[in-house]
Protein backbone atom coordinates (compact mmCIF):
# COMPACT_ATOMS: atom_id res chain seq x y z
CA UNK A 1 0.00 0.00 0.00
CA UNK A 2 0.80 3.47 -0.62
CA UNK A 3 0.85 5.67 2.85
CA UNK A 4 -0.48 9.02 2.79
CA UNK A 5 2.09 11.74 1.93
CA UNK A 6 1.31 15.07 3.24
CA UNK A 7 2.07 17.20 0.01
CA UNK A 8 2.78 14.45 -2.37
CA UNK A 9 -0.05 12.36 -2.90
CA UNK A 10 -2.00 13.59 -5.31
CA UNK A 11 -3.84 11.86 -8.16
CA UNK A 12 -1.17 11.84 -10.59
CA UNK A 13 1.85 10.21 -7.97
CA UNK A 14 -0.82 7.97 -6.56
CA UNK A 15 -1.63 6.68 -10.42
CA UNK A 16 2.18 6.53 -10.77
CA UNK A 17 2.41 4.20 -7.40
CA UNK A 18 -0.58 2.10 -8.30
CA UNK A 19 0.79 1.57 -12.11
CA UNK A 20 4.15 0.08 -10.42
CA UNK A 21 2.25 -2.25 -7.95
CA UNK A 22 1.03 -0.28 -5.12
CA UNK A 23 -2.28 -2.48 -4.50
CA UNK A 24 -4.27 0.60 -2.56
CA UNK A 25 -3.09 3.87 -2.06
CA UNK A 26 -5.00 7.06 -0.03
CA UNK A 27 -5.62 10.53 0.06
CA UNK A 28 -3.64 12.70 2.06
CA UNK A 29 -5.36 13.53 5.33
CA UNK A 30 -8.24 15.93 6.13
CA UNK A 31 -10.50 17.03 8.67
CA UNK A 32 -13.90 16.25 8.41
CA UNK A 33 -14.73 19.81 9.42
CA UNK A 34 -12.78 21.03 6.49
CA UNK A 35 -14.81 19.00 4.30
CA UNK A 36 -18.18 20.05 6.18
CA UNK A 37 -17.08 24.17 5.60
CA UNK A 38 -15.72 23.29 1.93
CA UNK A 39 -12.21 24.50 2.99
CA UNK A 40 -10.76 24.63 -1.26
CA UNK A 41 -7.29 23.35 0.11
CA UNK A 42 -8.90 20.30 1.76
CA UNK A 43 -10.96 19.26 -0.96
CA UNK A 44 -7.79 19.61 -3.33
CA UNK A 45 -6.19 17.44 -1.19
CA UNK A 46 -8.70 14.22 -1.97
CA UNK A 47 -9.12 15.30 -5.72
CA UNK A 48 -9.55 11.93 -7.74
CA UNK A 49 -9.00 12.28 -10.92
CA UNK A 50 -9.05 8.67 -12.77
CA UNK A 51 -9.92 5.05 -10.93
CA UNK A 52 -7.34 4.48 -9.49
CA UNK A 53 -8.03 2.52 -6.11
CA UNK A 54 -7.97 5.08 -3.13
CA UNK A 55 -9.00 5.40 0.77
CA UNK A 56 -9.73 8.25 1.68
CA UNK A 57 -7.65 9.93 4.89
CA UNK A 58 -9.96 10.94 7.71
CA UNK A 59 -9.49 12.81 11.03
CA UNK A 60 -12.10 12.91 13.44
CA UNK A 61 -13.52 12.68 17.04
CA UNK A 62 -17.01 13.73 16.54
CA UNK A 63 -19.95 11.28 14.88
CA UNK A 64 -21.94 14.25 14.50
CA UNK A 65 -19.90 16.02 11.84
CA UNK A 66 -18.65 12.87 10.43
CA UNK A 67 -22.20 11.57 10.33
CA UNK A 68 -23.14 15.14 8.60
CA UNK A 69 -20.16 14.58 6.15
CA UNK A 70 -20.92 10.45 5.33
CA UNK A 71 -24.73 11.66 4.41
CA UNK A 72 -23.74 14.14 1.76
CA UNK A 73 -20.74 11.79 0.53
CA UNK A 74 -20.94 10.83 -3.07
CA UNK A 75 -18.46 7.38 -4.00
CA UNK A 76 -16.77 7.43 -7.05
CA UNK A 77 -14.72 5.21 -9.59
CA UNK A 78 -11.87 3.67 -7.73
CA UNK A 79 -13.44 5.04 -3.87
CA UNK A 80 -11.97 1.60 -1.60
CA UNK A 81 -13.92 3.46 1.76
CA UNK A 82 -12.24 5.64 4.38
CA UNK A 83 -8.99 5.26 6.69
CA UNK A 84 -9.62 6.92 10.03
CA UNK A 85 -6.17 8.56 11.08
CA UNK A 86 -5.03 8.00 14.99
CA UNK A 87 -1.48 8.27 13.56
CA UNK A 88 -0.74 11.82 13.04
CA UNK A 89 1.81 13.12 15.52
CA UNK A 90 0.96 17.01 14.82
CA UNK A 91 0.96 18.44 17.96
CA UNK A 92 -2.01 20.96 16.88
CA UNK A 93 -3.74 17.77 15.64
CA UNK A 94 -3.18 16.19 18.64
CA UNK A 95 -4.24 19.45 20.59
CA UNK A 96 -7.86 19.19 19.10
CA UNK A 97 -8.22 15.43 20.27
CA UNK A 98 -7.05 13.64 16.64
CA UNK A 99 -4.39 11.78 15.40
CA UNK A 100 -2.63 10.04 18.02
CA UNK A 101 -4.54 11.58 20.83
CA UNK A 102 -7.33 9.06 19.57
CA UNK A 103 -5.27 5.37 20.29
CA UNK A 104 -6.32 5.43 24.01
CA UNK A 105 -9.76 5.59 22.86
CA UNK A 106 -11.10 2.44 21.37
CA UNK A 107 -14.91 3.16 22.24
CA UNK A 108 -14.52 6.20 20.53
CA UNK A 109 -12.84 4.88 17.83
CA UNK A 110 -15.26 1.87 18.13
CA UNK A 111 -18.45 4.13 16.94
CA UNK A 112 -17.13 6.05 14.35
CA UNK A 113 -16.34 2.78 12.30
CA UNK A 114 -19.69 1.74 13.43
CA UNK A 115 -20.83 4.99 11.77
CA UNK A 116 -18.96 4.94 8.66
CA UNK A 117 -19.98 0.81 8.05
CA UNK A 118 -23.96 2.07 8.63
CA UNK A 119 -23.00 4.49 6.34
CA UNK A 120 -22.31 1.43 3.90
CA UNK A 121 -18.49 2.33 3.10
CA UNK A 122 -15.32 0.12 3.69
CA UNK A 123 -13.25 2.03 6.42
CA UNK A 124 -9.25 1.19 7.81
CA UNK A 125 -7.91 2.69 10.79
CA UNK A 126 -3.90 3.41 11.16
CA UNK A 127 -2.63 3.88 14.53
CA UNK A 128 0.54 4.33 16.31
CA UNK A 129 1.46 3.03 19.67
CA UNK A 130 0.21 5.93 21.90
CA UNK A 131 1.15 9.06 22.47
CA UNK A 132 4.40 9.05 24.08
CA UNK A 133 6.06 5.94 25.82
CA UNK A 134 4.00 5.78 28.50
CA UNK A 135 0.88 4.66 26.44
CA UNK A 136 2.82 2.16 24.50
CA UNK A 137 4.54 0.62 27.51
CA UNK A 138 0.81 -0.16 28.43
CA UNK A 139 0.32 -1.04 25.26
CA UNK A 140 -3.03 1.28 24.63
CA UNK A 141 -2.77 0.38 21.40
CA UNK A 142 -3.95 -3.12 21.86
CA UNK A 143 -7.09 -2.07 22.95
CA UNK A 144 -8.21 -0.86 19.72
CA UNK A 145 -6.70 -3.81 17.88
CA UNK A 146 -9.38 -5.71 19.81
CA UNK A 147 -12.15 -3.56 20.48
CA UNK A 148 -12.69 -2.19 17.02
CA UNK A 149 -13.76 -3.47 13.58
CA UNK A 150 -12.69 -2.05 10.48
CA UNK A 151 -11.74 -4.25 7.10
CA UNK A 152 -7.94 -3.51 8.43
CA UNK A 153 -5.60 -2.05 11.14
CA UNK A 154 -2.11 0.03 9.86
CA UNK A 155 0.13 -0.23 12.55
CA UNK A 156 3.11 2.77 12.43
CA UNK A 157 5.28 0.95 15.30
CA UNK A 158 6.30 4.18 16.76
CA UNK A 159 4.32 6.73 19.26
CA UNK A 160 3.81 9.81 18.38
CA UNK A 161 6.35 11.39 20.77
CA UNK A 162 9.66 10.37 18.56
CA UNK A 163 11.09 11.61 15.82
CA UNK A 164 11.68 10.35 12.36
CA UNK A 165 14.95 9.19 12.96
CA UNK A 166 14.23 6.80 16.01
CA UNK A 167 13.97 2.85 14.58
CA UNK A 168 10.58 1.65 14.74
CA UNK A 169 10.08 -1.57 16.97
CA UNK A 170 8.42 -4.20 14.92
CA UNK A 171 8.32 -6.41 17.94
CA UNK A 172 5.34 -5.21 18.32
CA UNK A 173 3.60 -7.08 15.60
CA UNK A 174 3.12 -10.17 16.64
CA UNK A 175 1.12 -9.22 19.57
CA UNK A 176 -0.60 -6.85 17.56
CA UNK A 177 -1.67 -9.07 15.01
CA UNK A 178 -3.01 -11.82 17.62
CA UNK A 179 -4.94 -9.25 19.35
CA UNK A 180 -6.48 -8.14 15.95
CA UNK A 181 -8.70 -11.14 16.01
CA UNK A 182 -7.67 -12.32 12.30
CA UNK A 183 -8.38 -8.54 11.00
CA UNK A 184 -5.49 -8.03 8.67
CA UNK A 185 -3.01 -6.17 10.32
CA UNK A 186 -0.78 -3.68 8.23
CA UNK A 187 2.88 -2.63 8.98
CA UNK A 188 3.94 0.56 8.12
CA UNK A 189 7.47 2.96 9.02
CA UNK A 190 10.83 2.64 7.86
CA UNK A 191 10.30 -0.62 5.10
CA UNK A 192 13.21 -0.42 3.28
CA UNK A 193 14.02 -3.63 1.53
CA UNK A 194 12.35 -7.05 0.58
CA UNK A 195 14.25 -8.61 3.49
CA UNK A 196 12.44 -6.71 5.93
CA UNK A 197 9.04 -7.27 4.35
CA UNK A 198 9.61 -11.05 4.50
CA UNK A 199 10.47 -10.42 8.44
CA UNK A 200 7.30 -8.58 8.56
CA UNK A 201 5.37 -11.49 6.84
CA UNK A 202 6.86 -14.55 9.02
CA UNK A 203 4.83 -12.12 12.29
CA UNK A 204 1.68 -12.51 10.15
CA UNK A 205 1.44 -8.95 9.01
CA UNK A 206 -1.17 -9.00 6.03
CA UNK A 207 0.66 -6.44 4.19
CA UNK A 208 2.74 -3.56 4.33
CA UNK A 209 2.87 0.08 3.91
CA UNK A 210 5.25 2.28 1.98
CA UNK A 211 5.35 6.27 2.00
CA UNK A 212 8.83 7.81 1.51
CA UNK A 213 10.48 5.00 -0.23
CA UNK A 214 8.33 5.60 -2.71
CA UNK A 215 8.45 9.44 -3.28
CA UNK A 216 12.84 7.89 -4.62
CA UNK A 217 11.84 5.15 -6.89
CA UNK A 218 8.01 5.13 -7.14
CA UNK A 219 8.48 1.37 -8.84
CA UNK A 220 9.67 0.06 -4.83
CA UNK A 221 6.32 -1.80 -4.77
CA UNK A 222 7.42 -4.23 -8.04
CA UNK A 223 10.81 -3.89 -6.70
CA UNK A 224 9.72 -5.92 -3.65
CA UNK A 225 7.16 -8.15 -5.22
CA UNK A 226 9.82 -9.20 -8.02
CA UNK A 227 12.45 -9.96 -5.50
CA UNK A 228 10.01 -11.97 -3.11
CA UNK A 229 8.07 -13.91 -5.86
CA UNK A 230 4.38 -12.30 -6.07
CA UNK A 231 5.22 -10.95 -9.60
CA UNK A 232 5.00 -13.99 -11.98
CA UNK A 233 6.44 -13.29 -14.20
CA UNK A 234 8.72 -10.41 -12.45
CA UNK A 235 7.25 -6.95 -13.71
CA UNK A 236 10.43 -4.87 -15.90
CA UNK A 237 11.69 -1.88 -13.15
CA UNK A 238 12.13 1.88 -15.04
CA UNK A 239 14.75 3.79 -13.71
CA UNK A 240 14.42 7.31 -12.01
CA UNK A 241 14.47 9.57 -14.84
CA UNK A 242 11.91 6.93 -16.45
CA UNK A 243 9.59 7.23 -13.36
CA UNK A 244 9.85 10.93 -13.95
CA UNK A 245 8.67 10.33 -17.43
CA UNK A 246 5.89 8.85 -16.36
CA UNK A 247 4.82 10.78 -13.84
CA UNK A 248 4.50 13.56 -16.68
CA UNK A 249 2.84 11.57 -19.12
CA UNK A 250 0.28 10.65 -16.14
CA UNK A 251 -0.18 14.35 -14.98
CA UNK A 252 -0.39 15.23 -18.70
CA UNK A 253 -3.57 12.59 -19.36
CA UNK A 254 -5.33 13.19 -16.35
CA UNK A 255 -4.49 16.89 -15.14
CA UNK A 256 -1.81 17.31 -12.34
CA UNK A 257 -1.16 20.09 -10.05
CA UNK A 258 2.00 22.14 -10.82
CA UNK A 259 3.05 22.32 -7.58
CA UNK A 260 2.83 18.67 -6.47
CA UNK A 261 5.13 17.50 -9.67
CA UNK A 262 7.85 19.93 -8.86
CA UNK A 263 8.44 18.87 -5.57
CA UNK A 264 7.51 15.21 -7.04
CA UNK A 265 10.82 15.98 -9.10
CA UNK A 266 13.11 17.94 -6.40
CA UNK A 267 13.05 14.39 -4.21
CA UNK A 268 13.83 12.19 -7.14
CA UNK A 269 16.62 13.98 -8.26
CA UNK A 270 17.72 14.33 -4.82
CA UNK A 271 17.01 11.14 -3.05
CA UNK A 272 18.74 9.33 -6.06
CA UNK A 273 17.52 5.92 -4.58
CA UNK A 274 19.92 2.79 -4.93
CA UNK A 275 17.20 0.13 -5.16
Do not use: W
Not at 16 to 37: I, P, Q, R
Not at 174 to 190: D, H
Amino acid sequence: MLASLERYSDSVFRTLCYNHGADLTFTEMAHVESFLKKNKGSLAKVAVKDSTPVQIQLLSSNESKLDRFLTGFKPFEGFQGFNLNLSCPSKDVIRQGKGAAMVKRAAKTSRLVSLIRDHGYPVSVKLRLGLNSFEKKNKLYLNNLGGVDPDFFVVHAKHAAQSSAEPEDDSVYPECVEAARGIPVIANGGIDSSDRVQSLMEMGVGGVMMGRPALGYAGVFDLFKNELGFNDPPKPLPDATSMKQHYDEIYEQIGGDDKYRDRFHRVVDRKKPSY
